[in-house]
């Protein structure tokens, strides 16, 4: 349905970006409210400086950020980047699930997971932690789509419970030892229950694929973040009051959540069509 036409094509691309950016958009109000223990049905989006209700020239993905030129409208206090990066990044995800999938319930499922994901990375990145209902909510939209396997349900079951039972459980093991020898956790609960989760997803073959690109996604990560740690710090104290439901960074702790999103978006995108060459070398 796709490349039927054209304009059908460019219509579905701008329809599909303006899914992904509105997305994005809730999702990192999802993720604030989740950090900052509010409920995202307490009431509308406010600024997170002065508290003032946003309007509908306010909320509008990706423009409203540039227009306003990343200040609020009504303290002129910063607007984080990461709104205005968030809803880009799904914009441009949404764009290329559509071009993998087309107009489909496979684009639906691997959004719906793209979008879980994105809150998953957002809320960890803040306070190095990964709710469960998240790790939930992603286990209860893939039983969701489970019956449109129905064709080859037996054989795509057994391929998802060992990636997910076999990485994690080993993840884990590796943890066990490390934790003994270093006398500290060397890897957080909540990421090995991602990687389970992600399994589910994505198979044996292609979630092993996934923990590989992951451990190379949070080196890069922890880089830059390495990199950015004083300059971060010595802006937040001198513009924000410390907020309640945070964390203060450890120079030392990485987040590894945005890592294992990240690299579980790409591995939907081309994850197969990898492991499958790689397999046809042997």
């Given at each position: 349905?796709?490349f039927?036409?054209?304009?059908?094509?460019?219509?579905?691309?701008?329809?599909?970006?303006?899914?992904?950016?509105?997305?994005?958009?809730?999702?990192?109000?999802?993720a604030?409210?989740?950090?900052?223990?509010?409920?995202?049905?307490?009431?509308?989006?406010?600024?997170?400086?002065c508290?003032?209700?946003?309007?509908v020239?306010?909320?509008?993905?990706?423009?409203?950020?540039?227009?306003?030129?990343?200040?609020?409208?009504?303290?002129?206090?910063?607007?984080?980047?990461?709104?205005?990066?968030?809803?880009?990044?799904?914009?441009?995800?949404?764009?290329?699930?559509?071009?993998?999938?087309?107009?489909?319930?496979?684009?639906?499922?691997y959004?719906?997971?793209?979008?879980?994901?994105?809150?998953?990375?957002?809320?960890?990145l803040?306070?190095?932690?990964?709710?469960?209902?998240?790790?939930?909510?992603?286990?209860?939209?893939w039983?969701?789509?489970?019956p449109?396997?129905?064709?080859?349900?037996?054989?795509?079951?057994?391929?998802?419970?060992?990636?997910?039972?076999?990485?994690?459980?080993?993840?884990?093991?590796?943890?066990?030892?490390?934790?003994?020898?270093?006398?500290?956790?060397?890897?957080?609960?909540?990421?090995?229950?991602?990687?389970?989760?992600?399994?589910?997803?994505?198979?044996?073959?292609?979630?092993?694929?996934?923990?590989?690109?992951?451990?190379?996604?949070?080196?890069?990560?922890?880089?830059?973040?390495?990199?950015?740690?004083?300059?971060?710090?010595?802006?937040?104290?001198?513009?924000?009051?410390?907020?309640?439901?945070?964390?203060k960074?450890?120079?030392?702790?990485?987040?590894?959540?945005?890592?294992?999103?990240?690299?579980?978006?790409?591995?939907?995108?081309?994850?197969?069509?990898?492991?499958?060459?790689?397999?046809?070398?042997?």
């Amino acid at each position: 349905m796709l490349f039927i036409d054209q304009w059908i094509t460019a219509y579905l691309a701008v329809v599909a970006a303006i899914i992904g950016a509105a997305g994005g958009s809730f999702i990192n109000c999802l993720a604030w409210r989740t950090v900052h223990r509010e409920k995202i049905t307490s009431g509308r989006s406010h600024c997170t400086r002065c508290g003032h209700l946003l309007g509908v020239l306010d909320l509008v993905p990706v423009f409203s950020w540039v227009f306003l030129r990343g200040r609020c409208r009504y303290c002129k206090g910063k607007i984080s980047p990461r709104y205005l990066a968030a809803e880009l990044l799904m914009a441009g995800v949404s764009l290329c699930l559509l071009f993998r999938f087309d107009v489909s319930l496979s684009y639906l499922y691997y959004l719906g997971f793209s979008f879980l994901l994105l809150a998953v990375g957002l809320v960890d990145l803040e306070s190095f932690r990964i709710p469960d209902r998240f790790q939930a909510a992603l286990i209860l939209w893939w039983c969701l789509f489970l019956p449109t396997h129905r064709g080859e349900l037996v054989p795509y079951l057994a391929d998802s419970l060992a990636g997910a039972v076999f990485i994690s459980g080993g993840l884990l093991g590796i943890s066990m030892v490390f934790d003994r020898i270093l006398g500290k956790d060397s890897l957080g609960g909540g990421d090995i229950k991602l990687f389970f989760v992600t399994g589910l997803y994505l198979g044996a073959a292609v979630n092993l694929l996934n923990l590989i690109v992951s451990c190379l996604l949070g080196l890069l990560l922890g880089l830059v973040l390495s990199r950015m740690a004083n300059h971060s710090e010595n802006e937040e104290n001198g513009e924000n009051k410390a907020q309640p439901g945070t964390e203060k960074r450890d120079s030392g702790q990485i987040p590894f959540g945005p890592a294992i999103a990240m690299s579980s978006v790409l591995c939907v995108l081309i994850g197969r069509q990898l492991t499958g060459w790689y397999m046809s070398l042997f």
